[in-house]
């Protein structure tokens, strides 16, 4: 667990309720980046799911199970995480807001060109593109989400060219759930095997192929995968 003096507020309002939890942000913001990389248990600062932290008054059991359709504090915690907010400080928002357009930019710069020179584009280039664009990075939306955006409201500011690959996947069935949330925006087909396999095919940028098969594999360790032409 972490310490309460770095931990913030997650809060999810549903139903006519409040739930709150003290989580570290920077380990929520991992977290949603792979639910593999942290122990929900290590994000949080106590075991409880309050009403109002501050007051220190809890839901009823009834209205977390109506709610979650579950007590289990684990099944309460990531619900809140995936459709609640984190009350970040304004020191904290800004520190993780930009550490996260470092990470888009460093994307972008790996993976694009100039048509012109078919050289990179210095990461300044991109960042003061970022700037002028006035493009606004969410510090809990992984990288891979925001780049597509970020490139879209940069195009028109300086040229881009991206070499893509395309990536066939092939998995067992027991890690679907896993794997499909870290690659849903970039599947192009799928279908269900006649073996109980899920196999896809998704679309990503040449220079990001390396993480995400690493990514992938570590969510399935029957992983087959081949670059397709």
């Not at 070499?163 to 092939?170: C, M, N, P, Y």
């Not at 949330?181 to 799928?190: C, F, V």
Request: with cysteine; charged share 30%.
């Amino acid at each position: 667990m972490v310490s309460l003096d770095d931990a913030v507020i997650a809060r999810l309002e549903k139903g006519g309720n409040r739930y709150e939890i003290l989580v570290d942000p920077e380990l929520v913001a991992q977290w949603k980046e792979d639910n593999d990389s942290v122990v929900i248990e290590d994000l949080l600062a106590t075991d409880e799911v309050w009403s109002d932290v501050k007051a220190g008054d809890r839901p009823t059991s009834d209205a977390i199970e109506n709610t979650f359709g579950s007590v289990e504090l684990i099944v309460c915690v990531e619900k809140i995480l995936r459709e609640g907010t984190i009350q970040l400080t304004t020191v904290q928002r800004k520190q993780m807001v930009e550490e996260k357009r470092k990470q888009i930019v460093n994307a972008i710069a790996t993976t694009a060109t100039d048509p012109k020179t078919r050289g990179p584009h210095p990461p300044t280039r991109i960042e003061n593109a970022l700037a002028e664009a006035r493009f606004s990075v969410d510090p809990f939306l992984s990288v891979e989400r925001q780049v597509q955006d970020a490139v879209d409201a940069i195009r028109a500011l300086i040229p881009l060219q991206f070499i893509t690959v395309r990536l066939a996947f092939r998995i067992q069935g027991k890690d679907y759930g896993g794997v499909y949330q870290l690659i849903r925006d970039s599947i192009q087909r799928e279908e269900w095997l006649p073996d109980g396999s899920w196999a896809c095919v998704v679309e990503c940028p040449g220079g990001m192929k390396s993480d995400l098969i690493s990514r992938v594999a570590k969510r399935s360790s029957g992983l087959d995968v081949k670059e397709l032409d």
